[in-house]
């Protein structure tokens, strides 16, 4: 099993931006029936969405983001020596964004920038990956920027995802200090279920083309999406998600030694409150304590546990709060993280 355990690396400072377009689920009727939409949204309890415009893309939602954040934050850019950019949709196949997003926010040329692409647990692969990286070597400062446009993905023709994703970016402050506690992962993967949650095309084995952008009738339910749109097979993602994350929440609890009744908060990916809600019953945790944006921001793919952190705890955390963190999708990968926010700058969220 892929554990890994941290101390005095943590965040610091957190913020993060929206579109300013707000889609109103119960009057989003481009293509169903009112009475479809009602029962959809109100089994999802996905109300509202960000959508971004043409043209705006991930990396001016995580720019925006970490604007706020420097500047709220009074950082010295000079310092920053990290920058890693989390998203399944790039500003493009080739360069990095996270090169791209080096250069505009005025930063050294000598930071390290790189990006990660993976789904809804990428936020904690990525946090992962920022604290191997600052405990292993001079990093004084690293940025970890998260965003996606999955309004952009998603067919509006399939009520499968038509009422699902949203659109947001992160920035999120990590270094090294005294004041920062343990922090611990569990990180997992399975590819053999990769058809679950998947573009079929528009990469490199199977390339875009007239025929792949096409939108066509795909099942008995009258559905339409093209091959370069993504596709769910929720109730296959649904047990998968009920018989491992659990499973994954009490291994970390576990094999950190941090009791249960520690945990101040547990932010899960928003998925839909339908899945959410099944996972709080089954592990039998207070809801006071289970903070949601699902209703509000939709899922927002990796950007939604900081988003939430962002949107509901800015003015609940006091000065040291253990928080549990869980994220899973598609891959299919899935992970479990506790850390401790000591005195974390919280941003107001920004619309762009």
Aim: charged share 25%; hydrophobic share 40%; with cysteine.
């Amino acid at each position: 099993m892929a554990k890994l355990s941290f101390s005095g690396i943590g965040i610091s400072g957190l913020s993060a931006a929206v579109p300013r377009t707000v889609i109103k689920n119960y009057e989003h009727d481009i293509w169903f029936k009112k009475d479809e939409i009602a029962a959809i949204v109100d089994k999802t309890g996905v109300i509202e969405r960000r959508f971004a415009d043409e043209n705006t893309c991930s990396s001016d939602l995580c720019f925006a983001a970490a604007e706020k954040l420097i500047s709220d934050m009074k950082i010295n850019r000079e310092e920053i020596d990290l920058l890693i950019f989390i998203s399944q949709t790039p500003d493009y196949r080739m360069p990095a964004t996270s090169i791209l997003l080096q250069q505009r926010l005025g930063l050294s040329n000598n930071v390290i920038a790189f990006d990660i692409s993976l789904g809804c647990s990428a936020f904690l692969y990525g946090l992962s990956v920022v604290y191997s990286m600052v405990a292993g070597g001079q990093i004084r400062k690293a940025l970890l920027l998260d965003g996606e446009t999955r309004s952009k993905v998603y067919s509006q023709k399939d009520r499968k995802t038509a009422f699902l994703f949203g659109d947001g970016g992160v920035a999120t402050l990590i270094e090294k200090g005294d004041r920062f506690g343990e922090s611990f992962f569990s990180l997992n993967s399975d590819g053999s279920r990769e058809g679950l949650i998947k573009i079929n095309a528009g990469g490199y084995r199977n390339m875009s083309s007239a025929e792949s952008v096409k939108e066509k009738v795909v099942d008995e339910y009258g559905n339409i999406r093209s091959e370069e749109n993504g596709y769910m097979k929720g109730s296959d993602v649904f047990s998968f998600v009920i018989r491992e994350i659990p499973k994954d929440f009490r291994n970390l609890l576990e094999f950190s030694g941090v009791p249960l009744e520690s945990i101040d908060y547990f932010v899960f990916h928003q998925a839909n409150s339908y899945i959410n809600g099944h996972i709080a019953k089954k592990l039998n945790l207070p809801p006071d304590k289970i903070p949601s944006t699902i209703e509000k921001f939709g899922n927002t793919s990796s950007v939604s546990i900081p988003l939430t952190i962002v949107s509901e705890l800015q003015r609940k955390l006091v000065a040291n709060n253990k928080i549990l963190l869980s994220g899973f999708g598609v891959g299919l990968t899935w992970g479990t993280a506790i850390i401790e926010l000591n005195n974390c700058h919280i941003s107001d969220i920004v619309e762009v």
